[in-house]
């Protein structure tokens, strides 16, 4: 029998592996407080509070939460500093940058309100400082540009919550005025008018012909090549990988790895010392090696 303990590590590990690989782990946060996000809302019972708006395989129904109906709203102190907190989905904390706006719903005005690396992956919150105006219909978006798979690869996210700032002094940020027309100024004399030379002719523009030598044809512009995902492991004994079964895990060889198809291409996860990968089913598990 395995111990409570290792037990325990060995599916913390294998919960890692899965968020990080597994289509179904598209989905990672949401806002949870000071209220429930508007996507929180929209969708209260399933993964699509947590789906990825570009990047990912499969993507939330409304892009940007913006467009999602408000309901509850969250009455903070303007000026003060608040934590802001995150319902994890499948256990995927990503790493990658994060950042968050206030936007005045009335006027349309973002300011930055705050920026901090791997807030998800490190403690599922990210803290800002809300300016010190009020605002009646306010909405901060927080957004997560999860890096897991590389750099070249983000997966991107967004969730909105919905605010009123009290206590403040004027209103939110909006657009800038128009600079004020000054009436106490006499008017600059007009210049006379200077007398227009006569336009001399064009000479005919030269006909572009294409007259590439014999046997050569026109360069043609060739579209750049589209990066794949990294990879380091092969197609092996464990059939091919492609859309049909973008997801499936098995063991490799003598259950050193966990291999799963990415893409089109099967990946390999050392496990951890002491441990080995078995069949389960359709899938795998770790046990003592």
């Known amino acids: 029998m395995i111990s409570s303990p290792l037990r325990i590590a060995l599916l913390v590990q294998l919960a890692l592996i899965l968020a990080a690989l597994s289509p179904t782990a598209d989905a990672h946060f949401t806002l949870q407080s000071p209220v429930a996000s508007r996507e929180k809302q929209e969708y209260p ?3 699509r509070r ?5 990047g990912g395989s499969t993507l939330r129904p409304v892009l940007d939460c913006l ?6 709203v969250a009455t903070l102190a303007a000026g003060s500093t608040q934590v802001f907190g995150f319902e994890i989905g499948n256990n995927a904390r990503h790493v990658g940058p994060c950042t968050a706006q206030l936007i005045n719903l009335k006027t349309g005005a973002t300011q930055d309100i705050g920026k901090e690396e791997n807030c998800v992956n490190r403690r599922d919150a990210m803290t800002v400082k809300l300016p010190s105006t009020t605002c009646d219909e306010c909405v901060v978006k927080i957004k997560v540009t ?12 967004d969730s909105c919550v919905d605010v009123k700032l ?9 657009p800038n005025p128009p600079a004020p027309v000054p ?6 004399p007009s210049p006379s008018p200077s007398p227009r030379p006569n336009p001399r002719p064009r000479p005919p523009r030269p006909t572009a012909t294409r007259n590439p030598g014999k046997g050569q044809q026109d360069p043609t512009p060739t579209s750049a090549p589209i990066p794949q995902p990294p990879s380091n492991g092969g197609n092996g004994d464990n059939g091919s990988c492609s859309a049909a079964n973008h997801g499936q ?9 966990i291999r799963q198809c990415v893409f089109d291409k099967w990946v390999d996860i050392p496990v951890a010392a002491g441990t080995k990968c ?4 359709n899938t795998v598990q770790l046990a003592r090696a």
């Not at 009290?166 to 909006?174: D, I, L, R």
């Not at 895990?249 to 790895?257: D, E, I, L, R, S």
């Not at 078995?278 to 089913?281: D, H, Y």
């Open 45 to 47: 019972n399933d993964n």
């Open 50 to 54: 947590y789906w990825p708006i570009a």
């Open 67 to 72: 467009k999602l109906p408000r309901r509850q």
């Open 146 to 157: 999860a890096t897991h798979l590389g750099a070249n690869f983000p997966e991107f996210y």
């Open 166 to 174: 009290t206590g403040g002094s004027g209103t939110a940020p909006g």
């Open 183 to 188: 009436t106490d100024v006499d008017p600059a």
């Open 249 to 257: 895990m098995v063991c490799g060889a003598g259950g050193k790895t």
């Open 278 to 281: 078995v069949p389960s089913g």
